[in-house]
């Protein structure tokens, strides 16, 4: 036997278009991120004493400098299409170095597990710590992380690598 509760209301969806039915947060439709300005707002809470230099080119790529810690972070958009990249780097050391194959040694050995989405490489001459990714499907999240990352990664080794290698 089934009762009905004269306090509760229903309401037949028959009527209701599915806008109606399904709230906007729930919807399927993607939404747009403003990679610009999310970048901006990492940034902004990361940077040092809130000094950031801003570049833009010609193709809509748009690029970042500040620091953080003792290091100076770079970060570059190249446009906002899914096959665009964002990239994050920084400089910790600078080459030659001494006794380069134990520096070598050491930084493929923490690149194994200790760089997360980052990675140590070389470029004009430099050791840097830098991630990359795609646009397509990137995350706020992901942003905040791919910078804050890079930049406490470097943070963290420049001033050993600096003393062992420099």
Same mark, same amino acid.
């Given at each position: ?6 306090? =509760?209301?229903?309401? #037949?969806?028959?009527? +209701? #278009?599915? #806008? ?7 919807? &399927? ?11 901006e707002t990492v940034i902004g809470s990361m940077a040092v004493d809130q000094k950031v230099m801003v570049g833009q080119n010609e193709t809509g790529g748009h690029r970042w400098q500040f620091n953080y810690?003792?290091?100076? =972070? !770079?970060?570059? /958009? ?13 400089? =910790?050391?600078? +080459? ?11 930084? +493929?050995?923490?690149?194994? +597990? &200790?760089?997360?989405?980052?990675? !140590? $490489?070389? =470029?004009? #001459?430099?050791? %840097? ?5 795609? /646009? ?9 992380? $791919?910078?804050? %990352? %890079? ?13 062992? !290698?420099?």
């Amino acid at each position: 036997m089934t009762t009905i509760d004269p306090n =509760v209301q229903t309401v #037949s969806t028959e009527s +209701l #278009s599915s #806008s109606e039915t399904i709230p906007n947060e729930l919807s &399927s439709e993607p939404t747009t991120i403003r990679y610009v300005e999310e970048i901006e707002t990492v940034i902004g809470s990361m940077a040092v004493d809130q000094k950031v230099m801003v570049g833009q080119n010609e193709t809509g790529g748009h690029r970042w400098q500040f620091n953080y810690g003792s290091i100076e =972070v !770079f970060v570059q /958009l190249t446009g906002e299409t899914e096959e665009d990249s964002l990239t994050v780097w920084t400089a =910790v050391l600078p +080459l030659p170095a001494k006794n380069e194959p134990q520096l070598m040694r050491k930084l +493929l050995e923490i690149n194994w +597990l &200790s760089t997360y989405e980052s990675h !140590f $490489a070389i =470029v004009d #001459s430099q050791i %840097v710590v830098v991630s990359t990714r795609t /646009l397509a499907e990137l995350s706020p999240g992901e942003i905040s992380r $791919a910078i804050t %990352v %890079v930049a406490t990664i470097a943070d963290n080794y420049n001033d050993a690598l600096q003393a062992e !290698f420099g």
